[in-house]
Nanobody, 121 residues
Framework: QVQLVESGGGLVQAGGSLRLSCAAS????????MGWFRQAPGKEREYVAD????????YYADSVKGRFTISRDNAKNTMYLQMSSLKLEDTAVYYC??????????????WGQGTQVTVSS
């Protein structure tokens, strides 16, 4: 059974940092792009970032560009999201996703269960 499990969420003050992890199990994700989405209360799920299988290509939403860094360690089947200079509007449930293909879409093959990130003033 394929599983994506996020961890690393929590409460942080504005301006602070957090690192999210997404551990994949149940299959090899060779050839899979992986990415992060987030959903704030009362809002639709939105794209945050994605990373190619080899890690050489990364993409970001404008709202997080320059503050967030996506990476992956295929030997550990794990993806990361380093978040810095956090803002109140970054508060959301963060989801990881995996999809076969060059870019992540809003209909990936696999979703994680989500991890809460709360940024306080």
């Amino acid at each position: 059974q394929v599983q994506l499990v996020e961890s690393g969420g929590g409460l942080v003050q504005a301006g602070g940092s957090l690192r999210l992890s997404c551990a994949a199990s149940g299959r090899t994700f060779s050839g899979y792009v992986m990415g992060w989405f987030r959903q704030a209360p009362g809002k639709e799920r939105e794209y945050v970032a994605d990373i190619s299988w080899g890690g050489g290509l990364t993409y970001y939403a404008d709202s997080v560009k320059g503050r967030f860094t996506i990476s992956r360690d295929n030997a550990k089947n794990t993806m990361y999201l380093q978040m810095s200079s956090l803002k109140l509007e970054d508060t959301a449930v963060y989801y990881c996703a995996a999809q076969r293909g060059p870019r992540i879409t809003h209909s990936p093959d696999y979703w994680g269960q989500g991890t809460q990130v709360t940024v306080s003033s």
